[in-house]
């Protein structure tokens, strides 16, 4: 066992991240204490963990690599509180944060398996566009982008809850018990959901959100039934019926 082959599933690791920059070719890793096994390839590094590779930085208090005993497949976990990834997304521009007691990622699929507390964010130039927290996120990544998530509530009942900012329109607001998210189309899929928007709110067993337009549609989805609710203003209804009466007697 060489010590460099670790290091090659780092910078494999690293390599799905979009990490763009000066540096986008080098990797350095700090850490308080490392232990380095040469017979099974396993790696642990702990206390103030700190990668950087390119514009893309993850900190955590553990940082372990192995060899998954069921798939053979290589795999990392970063342990902390919380553990962080951050990262531009070279396709769209956007900064992901990604937060969690754990992160288990699996370097050669590119999959990202999230659990505690677990947060991930999309800003644009500093303005929040996504958020979600959940008991789970698993997320899938390319070298450009991350392609598509998954996030699930706790299954003592507590739901996942999802923020959206569209570019016109209210802010969307949602609780639910399962998120499916399409990042490349932007378009989620909330099951057994409740979404506020404004003063409007929408329950569903399944309701899909336009990640272009934010435009909401809902079905049963096989437990609830779509229901809308919403405030009227009558101040305002009944000043508009009076203006049109007024304008119908008008010569």
């Known amino acids: 066992m060489k010590l460099a082959k670790f290091f090659m599933i780092l910078l494999l690791a690293n390599s799905t991240f979009p990490a763009e920059g000066p540096a986008e070719n080098s990797l350095t890793l700090s850490a308080k204490s490392t232990r380095i096994n040469l017979q099974t390839s396993a790696a642990d590094f702990k206390g103030g963990i700190v990668i950087n590779h390119g514009n893309m930085k993850i900190s955590a208090e553990t940082l372990a690599q192995q060899n998954n005993s069921d798939s053979k497949r290589e795999q990392m976990l970063l342990t902390g509180n919380p553990a962080r990834i951050e990262f531009k997304q070279q396709a769209t ?35 929040l566009q996504t958020a979600i927290k959940a008991d789970t996120i698993s997320v899938k990544l390319t070298t450009k982008k991350i392609e598509s998530i998954i996030a699930k509530g706790k299954e003592n009942g507590t739901p996942l809850s ?3 900012s569209p570019k016109q329109g209210e802010k969307i607001i949602a609780s639910a018990e399962q998120l499916t998210m399409n990042q490349i189309s932007g378009d989620v899929e909330l099951h057994n959901a409740t979404v506020n928007q404004g003063s409007n709110q929408l329950r569903a067993g399944l309701i899909q959100i336009d990640g272009k337009t934010g435009n909401l549609s809902a079905n049963s989805g096989g437990n609830i039934r779509p229901s809308l609710s919403f405030e009227l203003d009558l101040d305002t209804l009944e000043q508009t019926e009076r203006e049109k009466k007024q304008q119908e007697q008008q010569p």
Not at 95 to 115: M, Q, R, V, W
């Open 93 to 127: 521009n956007l900064e992901i944060t990604i937060e969690a007691a754990k992160i288990l990622f699996f370097p050669n699929d590119g999959f990202l398996e999230i659990s505690g507390n677990s947060q991930l964010k999309t800003t644009d130039n500093g303005t």
């Open 162 to 164: 999802y923020q959206f």
